[in-house]
């Protein structure tokens, strides 16, 4: 293994040095910056559009109920027909006309108020009016029946459920959400980092066998050591670009931001619109506290430690496997069919993790994904936070890293015998033939 590091050294200058790397690695980052930059932009303008609604009240129940916001502005009519409403508001370009008739009863004015537009209204305002107007007509109506409805609001009796395991350890349901969304997360980076960094591999080897240079390196390197440096080179340069990218999108957004005068983590007009809602929930900061909370709950020495084994390991694997593949064809074309039991095993992994590991972390199906070697890596993630024994988490390692050193056997004797075929497409029986060699 003398060769190794000199190999590695050589995979990764020569990755890091090629022209197109350099360019996508500051590239990149500009273009995903640019866009979240013009997203906000026009979610700002969108934010900032001033609405004007008319509203035809022949009730005269909510005449001085709708009260103005910073970007919409409602407009009382009245001694007005609807027709002549309708006519109004379109010849002066208004949002909208809100009509709402004169009923015997709030159930049958349920059913008959109208809201005309020109084009599709939002479909968080109309919430909004939906429910001033159910607040109001049902206060009416307990009113009418000689009930405080502010009484009533009173005695609601509001349940929050506090969650304690066995041992004496509180729980939230946030604490709940807060570990889906780091398990998550930590899934999709690595299912994403094995699909981008994984192809590079697969078109390096691919590259080097056209162009015949193997033939060359071949003959003083054994191909086990070849395969190993490229592996670990390439894997490398894919980390050394991440941690570049982070960076750069940390300085463009702060310049960006500065420069420009845009937040870019402006939402879109109905995120928006959320987020002034929960602003005006009077457990909105003891919900902040409760994040918080939640977030230091989570075991995150732990968190840290298996994800970067993990990490590792089901990369390492998985890039063993694409350079077996670049080593068997002559083109990206022909991988297509050698390409599917890699990405099928990735892809049952987060269907696994998004739909049993969110039901029941500890479940039969969740704990035996978490155990195989293909899938281990997105489900044993997702399933952490949740408390999982460090045994199964040894266990688990222990497994994927030797399947692991299986699968760069298994490559390196496809490596061995395809790295120098020309020609001839490869199928799954010569595979198995190369293996025998």
Same mark, same amino acid.
């Given at each position: 293994m003398n060769h190794l590091p000199l190999i590695i050294k050589r995979e990764y200058l020569n990755k =890091?040095?090629?022209?197109?790397? &350099?360019? +996508?690695?500051?590239?990149?980052p500009l273009i995903m910056?640019?866009?979240?930059? =013009? =997203?906000?932009?026009?979610?700002q303008l969108n934010n900032e559009d001033k609405r004007?609604?008319?509203?035809? %009240? !022949?009730?005269?129940?909510?005449? %001085? /109920?709708?009260?103005?916001? !910073?970007?919409t502005t409602y407009e009382i009519l009245a001694g007005i027909s609807l027709d002549s409403a309708k006519v109004k508001v379109e010849? !002066?370009?208004?949002?909208?006309?809100?009509? &709402?008739?004169?009923?015997?009863?709030?159930?049958? +004015?349920?059913?008959? &108020?109208?809201?005309?537009? !020109?084009?599709?209204p939002s479909v968080f305002l109309i919430e909004a009016i939906e429910d001033r107007i159910s607040n109001y007509a049902t206060d009416a109506r307990l009113a009418e029946a000689g009930i405080d409805a502010k009484m009533i609001r009173d005695l609601r009796v509001n349940v929050d459920t506090q969650l304690?395991?066995?041992k004496g350890e509180e729980t939230s349901e946030l604490d709940t959400v807060v570990r889906l969304a780091f398990g998550g997360i930590a899934g999709y980076l690595l299912f994403m980092f094995i699909i981008i960094y994984g192809n590079m591999i697969m078109r390096s080897v691919i590259e080097e066998k056209t162009s015949r240079i193997i033939e060359v390196i071949i003959s003083s390197v054994k191909p086990i050591q070849l395969l190993l440096g490229k592996i670990f080179g390439t894997s490398l340069a894919g980390l050394t670009q991440f941690v570049v990218w982070v960076i750069l999108i940390g300085v463009f957004t702060t310049i960006g931001?500065? +420069?420009?005068?845009?937040?870019?983590?402006? $939402?879109?007009?109905a995120q928006q619109q959320l987020i002034e809602q929960a602003?005006?929930?009077?457990? $909105?900061?003891? /919900? &902040?506290?409760e994040f918080f909370t939640a977030f230091w709950n989570l075991p995150l020495l732990n @968190?840290?430690? +298996?994800?970067?084994?993990?990490?590792?390991?089901?990369? @390492?694997m998985y890039a063993s496997l694409y350079a077996a593949i670049g080593a068997a064809v002559d083109n990206e074309t022909d991988t297509q069919q050698f390409m599917l039991p890699i990405l099928m095993p990735l892809i049952l992994a987060v269907y696994v993790g998004v739909f049993t590991v969110i039901e029941n972390p500890h479940g039969t199906v969740s704990q035996v994904f978490s155990f195989i070697p293909l899938t281990s890596p997105v489900v044993m993630l997702m399933r952490i936070p949740f408390g999982v024994p460090i045994w199964q988490q040894i266990l688990s390692v222990v497994i994927l890293f030797a399947t692991f050193i299986g699968t760069v056997w298994v490559a390196a004797k496809i490596y061995r015998v395809g790295i120098l075929m020309y020609g001839k497409k490869a199928s799954y029986k010569e595979l198995f033939k190369w293996l025998k060699y």
């Open positions: =890091v040095k090629n022209k197109s790397f &350099i360019v +996508m690695t500051f590239l990149s910056v640019a866009l979240i930059f =013009v =997203v906000a932009y026009l979610s004007t609604i008319s509203v035809l %009240d !022949e009730s005269g129940f909510f005449v %001085d /109920k709708f009260e103005n916001t !910073e970007n010849r !002066e370009g208004l949002y909208g006309l809100l009509y &709402i008739p004169k009923t015997d009863g709030f159930d049958e +004015m349920a059913d008959r &108020i109208t809201f005309y537009s !020109e084009d599709s304690e395991s066995f931001a500065a +420069m420009l005068d845009i937040d870019p983590s402006q $939402s879109t007009a602003g005006t929930n009077v457990d $909105s900061n003891a /919900k &902040i506290v @968190l840290v430690i +298996m994800f970067i084994l993990f990490f590792l390991g089901g990369y @390492l």
